[in-house]
Structures are given as C-alpha cells and as structure tokens.
C-alpha cells in the first residue's frame, strides 16, 4: 500500500503541477490558439493524473469504477472540446500571432 | 477545511457576478453564468446537498447555457448602451438591500440545531420516512411523496414554460425540412465522438432516472441529460436530423403525457380511496405503494422535462436557422 501511495502522491503532484502551468499559459500566452493550447493541457493531461491519482487512494471499489469512467469521459470529450475551439476559430477567421505580424509587415512595405 | 472551501468558492461566486454586471459582451456573459451555477453546485456539494447539486450543474450549467446560447444567435452578443441616469436605480438597489439587511438581523443564528427549520418537519422525515416510504434517498421521498403536489406544480410550470415558447417562436413546419444542411459537416472529430458519447449520455441519463429512488437524481435531473444527449446530437448533425428523430409534434405529445400520467397516478390514488397522491393506496403494502407510486411520477417528471427542454431547443433552433436562410 506504500508504494501504491507514493506513486498516487507522485501523480497528483504532477497533475497539480500541469494544472498550474495550464492557468500560467491561458493568461501569458500570446494568442488564441496558443492559449487553447494552455488549457487544453489542464484539461487533459493535468485532470488524467489526478484522476489517476485518485484512483489509486480508492480501495478498488465501486468508487473505483466510478472513477474510470470519469478519466474514460475526458479523455474523450477534452480534446474534443479544445479540438472543436480551435478548429471553428481557425474557421472564423482567426489568424495566429506569426500571421498577424506576416500580415502587418506586409502592409508596412 | 470545509468552510475554507466555502468561503473560497463564495468568492469565486461573488467574483463571477460582478463580472456578469459590468462585461458587455452578452456571449462571455452567458458563459460565466454557466461558470456561476457549477459553483453553486460546487457549494452544495459541500454542503452535503448532492441532489441540488445535481440539478444545478445539469440545469444550471447545462442546458441553460446552451438555451441562452441559441438565444444570442437569434438576438446578437452586445448588450445596448445604456444611456439613462444610474442614480435612480442605484438608490432603489441601496433600500432594498439595507432593508433586506435588516430583515436578516431578526433570523435565528445561522447553523443553530434549535432553529425552526431544524425543529419542525425536517425530524419527522428523517424519523419516519424510512418506515412509511423506505427508500435510502430521503430527498426523493421528500420530493416525490411528502411534497408531491409540489412537484406536480413544479412539473405544471415546466409544462408551461414550453407552451410559452411554442406559443410565441411556432413550431418548424414541414416544409422548412427541406432547408439547406446545418450541423458541423466538416467536423469529423465531432462527429464520430458525439457518435460514440450520445448512447452513453442516454444510458446515463436513464440510470439517474430509475436509481434516483437509491442515489442522487430523479426525473428533473435525468430529463435534462436525456434533452442534452438530443441536443448535442443536434447540434452536430443538424436540426433537420434530430426532427427525423424525434419529432416537435411528438415532443408536445410526449410533454403533456408526462403530466398526465403523474396527475392520473393521484387520481388513481383517490380512486383507490386515499387523498389525491396518497401512494399508499396504490399497492396492499402502503410501503411498496409509495415505491410504484414514486417510481411512476418521477418517470413522469422525467418525460415532460425531457420533451420541454428539446421542444425549447427546436423552437429556437428553428427560429436561428430561418433568420439564417433570409
């Protein structure tokens, strides 16, 4: 059961560490789709280690179950949902940060 | 550590509203509504309230939102400049508030165990419904049973709340079914995702209506799932998809029976000579009578708030996809 604390601590810790960064970037970030990209990060990856986390504290229960099938959840509907953000802004007419200044050059001269 | 939470997320909440008050942008708005409803979720959920949780997060946070997003397609993301004076306004707010206030300096404590709320009905649930209803979940007892004719009200107002949207937006005709595609047809992500999502979100959505009786949920909340699952699939494939589906007319069929059958089951009860939604009357065993006599009005509430819901949603998808064709 050491162990298996452990390694559930080392995930949490780590999931709290990309959940951290994830908000850091959604407000330092230059653009749109480099800030999705910032959430998109707590959204997957940050919320599947602690979840996973968390699934090792359970004691193998229903809980247990409930918890898998959360972590199964998101790991579909998060990269879609940060998928389909950036894919109708791309459609919107959005322009990265690169294009936008290719765009302003271009003007200048 | 539960109160630092609390007063966290109260923050949150006080930080969310005022945002609401002073941002423009109608869409943004509409968003931190939604973000507004998950943490008073989140607050019920501290509070051991995990049924007013429930809803909150799926009526709140769920479908309001995408109600209120379809709204702002029909009626633009801006808010109209305000010309007039504020004085006014604010001076109303100010007495309100202070009497408000005031009217609060005369509550018991809060928290207090010898509060009336604390001394009067609440005991008696917690003593006797285990006896008289017998389910685990005292809330559905409460709502279903002890105040059923509330709930019946509550189902009422639902009901009602459609027959206002239809009456003023119409139902789609027809004809309009030839209109042009909608939905994200390029979106292949979308798609084969809310192929793989909708039957679960159904199969969940039923499990939250027939366990409510043993967990959290019941009729309001599975009814909203159900709607959600039609929504998305909406949404995705387009409306001219989802009417094949289910369609508006079996929508308002489907919204009335709800009603019905949870009024008839009170009627039956009367018949069968108790009260009107006098469960106990329903079966030999009082116990078992009260379970048939829950289980079918939840499935009644669930239907009708399943069918206003989506009757909602088409009424103003409609009304977006027509101003769209013009």
Redesign the interface.
């Known amino acids: 059961m050491f162990i298996l604390d452990i390694v559930s601590s080392l995930l949490l810790i780590a999931g709290v560490f990309f959940g951290l960064s994830g908000a850091i970037g959604l407000f330092k970030f230059p653009d749109f789709f480099t800030r999705v990209h910032a959430a998109s990060v707590t959204d997957s990856i940050a919320a599947i280690l602690i979840i996973g986390g968390l699934l090792l504290q359970t004691s193998f229960d229903l809980n247990t179950a409930k918890l898998f099938f959360i972590l199964l959840f998101l790991m579909l509907t998060s990269p879609t949902a940060s998928h389909a953000l950036a894919k109708s802004a791309r459609h919107g007419g959005l322009l990265t940060l690169a294009e936008t200044n290719k765009d302003k050059q271009e003007q200048t001269h | 550590m539960a109160e630092f939470i609390d007063l966290v997320l109260l923050a949150m909440l006080a930080l969310t509203a005022l945002r609401v008050i002073f941002l423009k942008d109608l869409f943004a708005v509409v968003m931190l509504f939604g973000i507004y409803s998950f943490l008073s979720a989140l607050i019920f959920v501290n509070l051991d309230a995990v049924d007013v949780a429930f809803t909150e997060a799926s009526v709140g946070a769920g479908i309001s939102t995408v109600l209120m997003l379809v709204t702002l397609a029909l009626t633009g993301r801006t808010e109209k400049e305000n010309k007039r004076s504020t004085v006014l306004p604010l001076l109303v707010v100010t007495v309100t508030g202070a009497a408000l206030i005031y009217g609060t300096l005369d509550m018991p404590p809060f928290g207090d165990p010898n509060n009336p709320i604390h001394q009067h009905v609440a005991p008696r649930y917690i003593e006797e419904s285990p006896k008289e209803v017998g389910l685990p979940n005292m809330v559905t007892s409460v709502l279903a049973s002890y105040r059923g004719f509330d709930t019946l009200g509550e189902t009422v107002v639902v009901f009602s709340a459609a027959i206002g949207v239809i009456a003023l937006l119409g139902v789609r005709r027809r004809e309009d079914l030839a209109a042009e595609e909608s939905g994200?047809l390029t979106?292949h992500?979308?798609r084969v995702?809310a192929k793989?999502?909708i039957p679960?979100i159904i199969l969940f959505a039923l499990y939250v209506q027939f366990h409510g009786d043993f967990g959290p949920g019941g009729g309001f909340q599975a009814g909203v799932i159900a709607a959600a699952a039609f929504i998305l699939y909406a949404l995705v494939f387009g409306l001219p998809q989802a009417f094949s589906v289910v369609g508006a007319k079996f929508l308002q069929l489907m919204a009335s029976f709800g009603v019905l059958l949870y009024a008839s089951v009170g009627l039956y009860s009367m018949f069968k000579g108790g009260q009107f939604l006098d469960y106990s009357k329903l079966a030999a065993d009082p116990v078992a009578g009260q379970h048939y006599g829950i289980i079918i009005i939840e499935l009644g509430v669930g239907i009708t708030v399943f069918a206003v819901m989506l009757s909602i949603f088409y009424a103003f998808g409609s009304q977006v996809e027509r101003s769209n064709v013009k």
Do not use: I, P
Request: charged share 0%; net charge neutral.
């Open positions: 994200f979106h992500v979308l995702v793989m999502l679960l």
